[in-house]
T-cell receptor, first 116, second 116 residues
């Protein structure tokens, strides 16, 4: 059974037209992450939510926003997609407690975004 | 600096051959975690193993084995008797030190092709 679910699997949008990608989880994990992965590259962390606290990576463009209305759901909003934003977007979750324990991240199958 | 290097961009072997994927990491932290993930063509990143910096014991799981050597900052992954289903991109990753969440630094990945 899928534990981190991303919808849709494929998304086509037009240049400049806002788009929202969704992620849900059944693991009850307190941390959720969004990664961008371009072809033949490693995933790049955009931001993460630790519970309700939003943590943006320093080099994430302002064009990318995120919402986490509850524990189970997290959304990635791209306000004005450009051609360079075409990529696979991966959602991940982990259970994190205070201290040094580095818990495993569980990934969804990703949403492949095309920008026309 | 925190960095993961996977020098092998692509590897192609014939089915049933053994294959080793190399991973070298850099960190100044004394506490850190290392991971291997598999990304099949479907796109989902699949967790394979986690190892903390205080545990240099090698691990075997079926046809998979991992060799962690702090002296050379390496965490290599060997597949014995490879199968076509092992074809995927494999990422080595590092989660350094203390942080509020399990932030992961990925290597650039090794694309493994197993030919029948």
């Amino acid at each position: 059974d899928a534990m981190v679910i991303q919808n849709p699997r494929y998304q086509v949008t037009q240049f400049g037209k806002p788009v929202t990608l969704s992620c849900s989880q059944t693991l009850n994990h307190n941390v959720m992450y969004w990664y961008q992965q371009k072809s033949s590259q490693a995933p790049k962390l955009l931001f993460h939510y630790y519970d309700k606290d939003f943590n943006n990576e320093a080099d994430t463009p302002d064009n990318f926003q995120s919402r986490r209305p509850n524990t189970s759901f997290c959304f990635l909003d791209i306000r004005s997609p450009g051609l360079g934003d075409a990529a696979m977007y991966l959602c991940a979750t982990s259970r994190q407690t205070s201290g040094v324990t580095k818990n495993i991240q569980y990934f969804g199958a990703g949403t492949r975004l095309s920008v026309l | 600096a925190q960095k993961v290097t996977q020098a092998q961009t692509e590897i192609s072997v014939v089915e049933k051959e053994d294959v080793t994927l190399d991973c070298v990491y850099e960190t100044r932290d004394t506490t850190y975690y290392l991971f291997w993930y598999k990304q099949p063509p479907s796109g989902e990143l699949v967790f394979l193993i986690r190892r903390n910096s205080f545990d240099e014991q090698n691990e075997i799981s079926g046809r998979y084995s991992w060799n962690f050597q702090k002296s050379t900052s390496s965490f290599n992954f060997t597949i014995t008797a490879s199968q076509v289903v092992d074809s995927a991109v494999y990422f080595c990753a590092l989660s350094p030190g203390y942080s509020s969440a399990s932030k992961i630094i990925f290597g650039s990945g090794t694309r493994l092709s197993i030919r029948p």
